[in-house]
């Protein structure tokens, strides 16, 4: 009796006669398959078509697969570089996510596929069995942007235990198109923190990953306004008023969090829209960060309300740099699109005696480059 | 010059000469489209398709789509009862998710795309512009199960303001094949309870939902095991040791969070497996739960390591009824295939004058239901 009873409780659950919305499972095809010689083989099983292409293993040129056995489809790709990749299929003209693989990360309105290939700093992508740190949804008032607004933050592992213990403060601000939840999902923000404060590399500290369109509440779907089809948000907010409402996150997390309020224990950095972010509320708040990070930024972009006078830019940043931060980090792939206008920054830097570190990458304006950099940035942090 | 930077700063964010993997955008087919009259118009263009259809809006019998113009195939629903629908396209013997909707929830290994059809209780699972609590994956260590483990915390709204107020506790555990993600992706949790508790039908609290298999430490994923293939990990949990540990959790729950610590303010429910685990917890820890919810229950199940002897089963029960919870709540709806297990369970709990409340819903083992039955529990607590 009893071991009919586990049984058609099993059955039921995974039989398809009984399987209802509660279970899914991904078809038999393995994909994909990250092979020792660091290639990747993608397989999907498409008997009736024609032609399959998977995008995302080369800067954007696909890769055919080719029909085998069973209408399944499969490339194995050249040997990678170690990294998170993501991918997905064409097939036929419609591009879709590998059905096979179970991990995806939204970017904007469109799904991608995931993968790992394993050495190097990927191995920091990847969740290791260390002790980790709490992630959390969490809702703040901003007055200065009149709203509710929803960000992501990390707190190290301990936190919850160790009572007495005050940490710093680091805040990631993503680009053009992401929102509070790109740094932690295409980013992996909370397993590289996880990974470099359980080797010794960086300190233990709060990172806080805002919404940076100050035009909006809440990532898609995270709000009123239903489950809209998302299509960068960016262009509807008014210019420099995100920065300006920074001084409210700093105010909510210094009076919800146990942190070292002060600036040799605040960083801030910030990717592409973010590195604008990042260069214009450093200006802005001189006092407040130690620690500046401009990941491929777009610095004198008009989009954050500042003007390229001596009023607008040339006063602020030597009222930055009366009391210099510890470290005003630049790093850019020398394919990024960004590039020369970060060099015309850092010769008017240069021009002003003004010091900063300048890290300068192969690649372009990815989510390659800004992981690497953060990998890079976060161990120089509160040292 | 300043109108000019923005231009190219966008230009090269969204062309496709630039666009490289920092930024995806959904096709311009605009599908799911929710009409006025409770019906949705599924889209997708693929013109070298013979058959499409999609799955997920009638109980697993598909329904085909039509070619039309420019190779955009289609079909309208049949007018659907308000609820979340989970749907996939099928192309030609390929499954895949809507690629023109950005919204998703995984069940075990598949992704399936995600559509509210506005309306009694579907509008609870709609985000709606009230206060939100905070969610938080939480990893907590079990000495009873030997490893850290992951859980999801949700924090009602105000819960980081009133600092000197302490809150009751509902302990909220998923299915076979689930995880600490089911009951808030697929269950909308969260965002049931926060929109209970803005119109006043549910009391603040905190909601507990932890990782029911004891096997594992966390989702798939999110430990050292890497981004492997989920098949439901239940088997090979050892019976009966998941339900041992709920004091494990209950303990850190209350030394980590502002809790009323006492019968009276916590509760228990959960689904299907989870619903026998919190059956067998309940009988176990009959001083700890005075709200006990079983929702499509596997009561009496081989694997939460009960017999039905005196021993096992009849003088727990009696132990658990001497102070009789507050509230014994048993749910499953007429299809359910645990139907007759439950109702065995009932002519049981008649005989020995057991006292539970019944509700008998339409439909089977579904997460319709399971919603549902969160709707109707929640209110019922700590009142």
Redesign the interface.
């Known amino acids: 009796?009893?071991?009919l009873?586990?049984s058609?409780?099993?059955l039921?659950?995974?039989s398809p006669v009984?399987?209802?919305?509660?279970?899914?499972?991904?078809?038999n095809s393995?994909s994909p398959v990250v092979n020792p010689d660091s290639t990747v083989t993608l397989s999907?099983?498409?008997?009736?078509?024609?032609k399959v292409s998977v995008f995302?293993f080369s800067?954007?040129q696909p890769i055919e697969l080719t029909k085998g056995a069973e209408?399944v489809w499969s490339v194995t790709t050249p040997k990678l570089k170690p990294d998170l990749y993501?991918y997905s299929f064409d097939?036929?003209?419609?591009?879709?996510?590998d059905?096979?693989?179970?991990?995806?990360a939204?970017?904007?309105?469109?799904?991608?596929s995931?993968?790992?290939v394993p050495g190097g700093n990927a191995d920091l992508y990847?969740?290791?069995?260390v002790?980790?740190?709490?992630?959390?949804?969490?809702?703040y008032n901003s007055p200065i942007l009149g709203m509710?607004r929803?960000m992501t933050i990390y707190t190290p592992?301990g936190y919850?235990d160790n009572k007495d213990k005050r940490y710093p403060v680091f805040y990631l601000l993503h680009?053009?198109?992401g929102d509070e939840e790109a740094w932690n999902e295409?980013g992996r923000a909370s397993i590289i923190l996880d990974n470099l404060i359980a080797s010794g590399k960086a300190e233990p500290m709060i990172v806080v990953m805002p919404n940076g369109n100050g035009n909006m509440a809440a990532a898609?779907?995270?709000?009123?306004d239903?489950?809209y089809?998302?299509?960068?948000e960016y262009?509807k907010a008014e210019p420099g008023k995100f920065e300006k409402s920074m001084a409210d996150i700093v105010k909510y997390v210094d009076s919800?969090y146990r942190t070292i309020p002060d600036k040799a224990h605040r960083a801030i950095a910030g990717l592409?829209?973010g590195g604008g972010h990042t260069w214009r509320t450093s200006m802005m708040m001189p006092d407040d960060f130690d620690y500046i990070g401009l990941f491929s930024a777009?610095v004198?972009?008009?989009?954050s309300g500042v003007?390229?006078s001596d009023e607008g830019l040339i006063k602020p940043l030597e009222r930055q740099f009366k009391q210099a931060p510890k470290l005003y980090w630049i790093a850019i792939g020398k394919e990024d699109?960004?590039y020369d206008?970060n060099k015309d920054y850092r010769l008017m830097l240069d021009g002003m005696k003004i010091p900063y570190e300048y890290h300068e990458s192969e690649g372009?304006?990815?989510?390659?480059n800004w992981r690497d950099y953060l990998v890079l940035f976060t161990p120089r942090l509160f040292k």
């Open positions: 009796m009893k071991k009873l586990l058609s409780v099993i039921g659950c995974i009984y399987a209802q919305e509660a279970l899914g499972f991904a078809p393995k999907i099983r498409a008997p009736k078509a024609e995302g800067a954007y209408g993501t097939i036929d003209g419609v591009r879709t996510i059905p096979a693989n179970a991990y995806t939204r970017d904007i309105s469109a799904l991608f995931e993968v790992i990847a969740v290791q069995d002790p980790h740190g709490t992630v959390s949804k969490v809702w509710d929803r592992a919850e680009g053009m198109g295409l898609p779907g995270h709000t009123g239903g489950m089809t998302p299509n960068g262009s919800h592409s829209m777009a004198r972009w008009n989009g003007d390229n699109f960004l206008l372009g304006h990815t989510w390659t």
